[in-house]
C-alpha cells in the first residue's frame, strides 16, 4: 500500500494513506518557504508535535475551517480548546493511538513547547507514525538523543530529521542520527526557513550516502514522495 507525502516545507507535511490526508505542524503563514497557504490545505487530521509558532501555524484556523482531527500532546490541547478547537485528541510521550487510518505514537524530543502567548505547552514531541505497513519517524524539533536507537529497533521506513542547527540537530548529529536510527529512507527538513538555519541539504544527502545505508530524498517546498 502506497503511502503518498508532500513537502510544504519546514516540518510540514501532507501525509496520504488510502484517502486520509494527515498534515503535521503546519507553519505555512509567515513561513518564506511555504508551498501552500492555510487555505489550499484541506486535512482530515492535524499532528502538532510542540507549541512553538513555527509548529504550531496555522492549526486553529485550518482545524475550524476544515473540523480536521487535531492530534498533540495534552497541554496543548487545553490550549486548543481554549481557543474553540473542538474536535482534538489528546496523547502524550510513549503513548500510542490506533485511529482507523492509522496508529500515532508521541516520541520523546529534546526541545522547547511554550505556546505562542506563553502558555505552558507540555513536553514537545516527535511522531512515530504507522500508516498501513510503513513505519515513519517524524523527529520534529529535536536535538540528537541516544534513544533514537530505540525507535530504529521498530524497523523505521522513513525517518524525516531537522538538520538546520541552532534550534535543532545541524548536519553532523543528524547524520549521527542516521546511524542510530538506521531507517531505509530519510529526508531532511527544518533548514533555510529562516538565514540562521540554512544548510546544504545536498552535501549533507552525499555525507549520509558515504558513510550509511539509507537512500536520501532531498525535496524541494511541493515536492511529493511515494513510500
Ligand atoms: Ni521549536
Ligand atoms: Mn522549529
Not at 32 to 57: K, Q
Not at 197 to 218: G, K, M, N
Request: some cysteine.
Amino acid at each position: 500500500m502506497t503511502v503518498k507525502l508532500t513537502w510544504y516545507s519546514h516540518a510540514c507535511f501532507m501525509f496520504e494513506v488510502n484517502g486520509t490526508r494527515i498534515l503535521t505542524d503546519p507553519f505555512l503563514t509567515g513561513n518564506p518557504l511555504a508551498a501552500a497557504s492555510p487555505e489550499e490545505v484541506s486535512p482530515d487530521v492535524i499532528i502538532v508535535s510542540h507549541g512553538h509558532g513555527d509548529h504550531l501555524g496555522d492549526t486553529v484556523a485550518i482545524a475550524k475551517r476544515t473540523g480536521a482531527l487535531v492530534i498533540s500532546n495534552f497541554e496543548i490541547q487545553n490550549w486548543l480548546a481554549g481557543q474553540g478547537v473542538q474536535n482534538a485528541h489528546p496523547q502524550h510521550i510513549g503513548g500510542a493511538h490506533a485511529f482507523p487510518w492509522g496508529t500515532v505514537k508521541l516520541t520523546i524530543a529534546h526541545h522547547g513547547s511554550a505556546m505562542p502567548d506563553g502558555s505552558y505547552g507540555g513536553n514537545p514531541a516527535g511522531l512515530l507514525l504507522y500508516l498501513e505497513d510503513k513505519k515513519i519517524y517524524h523527529a520534529c524539533d529535536t536535538g540528537l538523543f541516544y534513544d533514537m536507537k530505540l525507535i530504529g529497533e521498530e524497523g523505521i521506513d522513513l525517518a524525516i530529521l531537522p538538520i538546520g542547527d541552532n534550534f535543532t540537530m545541524g548536519p553532523d548529529d543528524a547524520l549521527r542520527a542516521v546511524k542510530l536510527i538506521a531507517p531505509a529512507r530519510v529526508v531532511p527538513i527544518h533548514y533555510d526557513t529562516f538565514p540562521v538555519i540554512a544548510q546544504d541539504p545536498h552535501a549533507w544527502a552525499r555525507r549520509v550516502r558515504a558513510e550509511t545505508e539509507a537512500r536520501v530524498d532531498v525535496l524541494s517546498p511541493g515536492d511529493t514522495l511515494a513510500l
